[in-house]
Every structure is written in C-alpha cells, then in structure tokens.
C-alpha cells in the first residue's frame, strides 16, 4: 500500500490549489482516504476525507475545500479555494481499509497508511 501526494506550491491569499493523492496497491474505493495538514509547530490536524459515500470537512474549510475521488485513476483529490494564509502546511493524504466512524476519521492514529507530504504556502 503506496499513498503519493502531489500538487502543492506557493499561492497568494484567495488563490486555489489543486492536490492528488494516487494510491498503488490498493482500491481507494474499499477505503477511508482523508487529509490531514500540519502546520510548522503544531499538530496533524484534519481537512477532510472520503469514508464510502460521505465526504466529511473540518469546519475551517467547510465551504472553501473540496475532496473527490477518481476510481478509475485511484485518486483522491482535494480542490482548495479561497485560501488563507492560515492554511499554511504541510498536507498529507491517509488512507484505512474500510468506512472508519466520523470520530476516527478525525483522528490522525485511525489511518495506517499515509503519504510523504506536500508543502502548500498561501502568501503575498
């Protein structure tokens, strides 16, 4: 099981960013695949994640991310619209096998697979 995340950069406040998470080795479908984002000095928290049907937000993004999934390609992206200085990080796509309960999905010890990380920078 291979989680590979790509798409991050540098982006101005307002700005949107596109990232993927391609999975190998595994169907996606069959998972809970989410993404968590770690900012300098501070913990994993969680975006959003995928667990069958739902798609789930942590409510600082609600309304301004997006996450989808691709099977044909086995890929979980996450579309980032009006971005904010504050959303400033390190993201990190995860994945479980099978539908974890919202409250696991939240937590970064759920997930037993993750990617390497990709640096999104929101700045002027």
């Known amino acids: 099981v291979q989680l590979q995340a790509s798409g991050g950069g540098l982006v101005q406040p307002g700005g949107s960013l596109g990232l993927s998470c391609v999975a190998s080795g595994f169907t996606m479908d069959y998972y809970t695949v989410a993404w968590f984002r770690q900012a300098l000095g501070k913990e994993r928290q969680f975006v959003a994640a995928?667990?069958?049907?739902?798609?789930n937000y942590a409510e600082s993004v609600k309304g301004r991310f997006t996450i989808s999934r691709d099977n044909a390609a086995n890929t979980v992206n996450l579309q980032m619209n009006s971005l904010k200085p504050e959303d400033t990080a390190v993201y990190y796509c995860?994945?479980?096998?099978?539908?974890?309960?919202?409250?696991?999905?939240?937590?970064?010890?759920?997930?037993?697979?993750w990617g390497q990380g990709t640096l999104v920078t929101v700045s002027s």
């Open positions: 995928y667990r069958g049907f739902d798609r």
């Open positions: 995860a994945s479980k096998k099978g539908r974890l309960i919202l409250s696991a999905a939240w937590t970064p010890g759920s997930y037993d697979s």
